[in-house]
């Protein structure tokens, strides 16, 4: 089992940043790739952002390339999502997730944590 907490999510204006933050309890986090994922109102869960187990290779969605960046501290058993120059279209409930395989398709992904809201406004 894999425990995942989200955290860090808030309201922020259009062009702003925020970092998410992800913390893991249970078994071997750097056993598992790590992906995130959101879904606004209304629409269906989609991927943001995945990392492979040591962190070398990371996905984005083209919605999100060149202003979020994934990264993961294995020592400190946490995925991170840097968020910047957002968008009021980014709003949505960010969820984390592990995996056994990196992966862009949530199907791939076993746990998941809770979710944490972030809202961008115009």
């Known amino acids: 089992q894999v425990q995942l907490v989200e955290s860090g999510g808030g309201l922020v204006q259009a062009g702003g940043s925020l970092r998410l933050s992800c913390a893991a309890s249970?078994?071997?986090?750097?056993?598992?790739?790590m992906g995130w994922f959101r879904q606004a109102p209304g629409k269906e869960r989609e991927f943001v952002a995945a990392i492979s187990f040591g962190g070398s290779n990371t996905y984005y969605a083209d919605s999100v390339k060149g202003r979020f960046t994934i990264s993961r501290d294995n020592a400190k058993n946490t995925v991170y999502l840097q968020m910047n120059s957002l968008k009021p279209e980014d709003t949505a409930v960010y969820y984390c997730?592990?995996?056994?395989?990196?992966?862009?398709?949530?199907?791939?992904?076993?746990?998941w944590g809770q979710g944490t809201q972030v809202t961008v406004s115009s």
């Open positions: 997730a592990a995996a056994r395989q990196v992966a862009t398709t949530g199907y791939e992904y076993r746990y």
């Open positions: 249970g078994r071997s986090f750097s056993n598992y790739a």
